[in-house]
């Protein structure tokens, strides 16, 4: 195999001149004879924590041709009993969003913990956490309000279905599933 030195030809670099640039100088801040770094040091110096935020989408294919649908609900996409055709379909829909509520309440109020606790950390504009624990709970509060109005979410479908219940009892006996009268006796048995 022939090299580019045997063919005749050399590679001449770069065609364009790039600019060189001196690194910057690196300096660190110092406290006194003994050196402590004050940027790592929350007694002194400006501490500012960094603040991320992610998100994380997952999506569920069926193979079927349907195509994609969101997990937890039944085929089609349609939330569970959203039909309306029976008791038991009322019940399933109310224990589906009830149990969804449940799930976002927690995920929520978690996430207000933790977002307090990360937003108590950074100072004020001059550079002291005297205010920062106020400052982080007006921010949260109206994370800690989404929250509640979860939980209230699912006591209000818990209610629903209970009062369902209340209101077509009578109804219910004689046409619901699962709701059997007792069997009448027969005039012919086996004594």
């Known amino acids: 195999m ?3 030195a045997d063919q005749g030809w050399e590679w001449a670099g770069p065609q364009t001149k790039q600019p060189t640039i001196p690194p910057r100088p690196r300096t660190e801040p110092t406290n006194g004879p003994g050196g402590v770094n004050n940027s790592t040091n929350r007694t002194g110096g400006a501490f500012a924590p960094s603040l ?3 998100v994380n989408k ?3 294919v069926n193979g079927g041709p349907g195509g994609t649908r969101s997990p937890g609900r039944g085929a089609g996409g349609k939330v569970p009993g959203s039909d ?3 008791n038991e379909d ?3 829909y109310c224990e589906y969003h009830r149990k969804q509520s449940r799930n976002g309440a927690t995920e929520l109020a978690m996430d207000s913990d933790h977002l307090e606790s990360i937003l108590r950390t950074i100072a004020d504009s001059n550079g002291t956490l005297g205010g920062s624990r106020a400052r982080a709970r007006r921010v949260v509060r109206w994370l800690k309000k989404a929250a509640a109005a979860e939980k ?3 006591k209000y479908f818990a209610a629903l279905y209970g009062t369902f219940e209340q209101e077509y009892d009578s109804n219910l006996r004689t046409v619901g599933k699962g709701r059997n009268r007792p069997p009448a006796p027969s005039k012919f048995g086996w004594r």
Do not use: D, E
Request: net charge positive; proline share 0%.
């Open 58 to 60: 997952t999506t569920v």
């Open 152 to 154: 209230a979410k699912q």
């Open 90 to 92: 009322i019940r399933a």
């Open 52 to 54: 991320g935020l992610s």
């Open 2 to 4: 022939s090299t580019a």
């Open 84 to 86: 309306f055709m029976s």
